[in-house]
């Protein structure tokens, strides 16, 4: 998410990410995230301890509201994913529809970035404002037998009625698979959530693995 976007997405099915850990084969995965405590719930340790993350991303807003969003300032994270309203996620209820069920996942910005290296992030009182890139994800090492096989990520998922990806200012947001070697992308494939309205929608993106490269 960039800047002050929200949205609501709600993961069915998922195919995830290269992480730096033994090689093993992708599984399978899904979440209906009814098992998951409400946002509420203090310690907010519930998305963390189900296996999400997050990480984000400060740019210095140079270029204005589109990608790259400027220079990139600096990055933080890898760290497990909060449970409330304040940063970037938060299993949430009241947004649900028949099929989704009674709780679902809120995904938004990064609203305490960032002042430990001074007003920055959603602290940047001066123009051109900073902008905040903020990552909600799972992860998983692909395997050497992985290789020639296509993997899913299926998700419901509606905008946020307050403040979506499609009316929110100067904001962005997508759905995402990634491979990455260390800090090297080596694939980005998105769903532009932008598109999203206050109804729930289905989407699937893919990705076929044919790069022996990206075992690891």
Known sequence: ?????????????????????SWAALSSYSQDFEAIALGTVIPNTALGNA???VSGVVYDGDTG???PYGPQKFFYGTFPAPNGPDAFSGVVAGQS??????QVLNVFSDYQCCTGNGPEGHFDGTAPNDFVQSN??????IGLADIGTTWSFKFDAKANGISGCATAAGSDCVAYIQTANGAVVT????????????????????????????VG
């Open 1 to 21: 998410m960039i800047n002050r976007t929200k949205m609501v997405l709600v993961a069915a099915a998922a195919a995830l990410l290269a992480a730096p850990a």
């Open 51 to 53: 296996g999400f993350l």
């Open 65 to 67: 509201a589109s990608p």
């Open 97 to 102: 529809g028949i099929p989704q069920g009674l």
């Open 136 to 141: 909600v994800f799972r992860e998983q090492t």
């Open 187 to 214: 694939n980005f494939i998105t769903f532009d959530a932008e598109t999203l309205t206050a109804n729930w929608s289905t989407h699937n993106i893919s990705i076929v693995l044919t790069d022996p490269l990206l």
